[in-house]
């Protein structure tokens, strides 16, 4: 580029995604065309626009959508938590890379959509678009799709952390023990009779308490993984209202 020179820096959040120079301490210089969008040079420097709360310029809030000028002095800030996503209920959609991560909000009540068959970026995409869903995932080239109606870059490849991570951003509603982790559908109270065909008979001797998912069928009681799954759940309570 051979335009005006501006100067950014990054919330420490954001640091990740850019280069060393744009990481330290203090704004760094960026040369511009003259006629990007303020948007389109953040992006350009290697972070998705998911990821970016306000933008400051020499004090003033600004949009995405300001061309900025020779020697302004830019902040780009981090979303500020909890995120509200306006305009539709809370609702997920995770990347094929994001199957515990997945389960584990569906354990926890949240709607999470989720196939472990990649449909591809534009596919993925759309239907963000389509069921107004917040895109979650660990492609930052996904999340700049422009289709998608929202979206937000997992930060670590350890489900405890990611989970933490999407709880603490988006504070969704839990209802633990009500939706599927298999399928995400609602879970409904089902009587031993109507269930019996589902069961082993070491399970029909063992427990008297079920649940059926509502859309696929599975059958669920408190088996032998019962209380690992409680555990996610009680820390999943307890983090919530810290």
């Not at 870059?153 to 633990?176: E, H, I, K, N």
Request: glycine share 8%.
């Amino acid at each position: 580029m051979n335009g005006p020179e501006i100067h950014v820096s990054f919330a420490p959040v954001l640091h990740l995604f850019v280069a060393s120079e744009y990481s330290a301490a203090g704004p760094a210089p960026v040369v511009t065309d003259g006629s990007s969008t303020l948007g389109h040079v953040v992006e350009s420097l290697g972070v998705p626009l998911t990821e970016v709360g306000r933008l400051v310029v020499d004090g003033t809030e600004v949009a995405v959508s300001h061309v900025p000028g020779a020697g302004e002095n830019i902040e780009v800030r981090a979303v500020e938590r909890p995120q509200q996503i306006p305009g539709a209920p809370l609702r997920f959609l995770l990347d094929v890379h994001l199957g515990t991560l997945a389960r584990r909000l569906r354990l926890l009540g949240v709607d999470a959509a989720y196939t472990n068959e990649d449909p591809g970026d534009a596919a993925l995409a759309a239907l963000s678009a389509k069921e107004q869903r917040v895109l979650l995932s660990r492609d930052r080239g996904l999340l700049r799709r422009r289709e998608i109606w929202a979206g937000a870059f997992v930060y670590s490849d350890r489900p405890d952390d990611q989970l933490r991570d999407v709880l603490g951003r988006f504070a969704p509603t839990l209802a633990p023990w009500t939706r599927c982790t298999a399928c995400n559908g609602r879970l409904a109270d089902a009587d031993k009779n109507s269930v019996r065909e589902h069961l082993e008979h070491g399970t029909q001797r063992t427990y008297d308490v079920f649940a059926q998912c509502t859309a696929c069928g599975r059958v669920y009681w408190r088996g032998a993984h019962h209380a690992r799954l409680e555990a996610i759940v009680e820390k999943a309570l307890r983090d919530s209202t810290a």
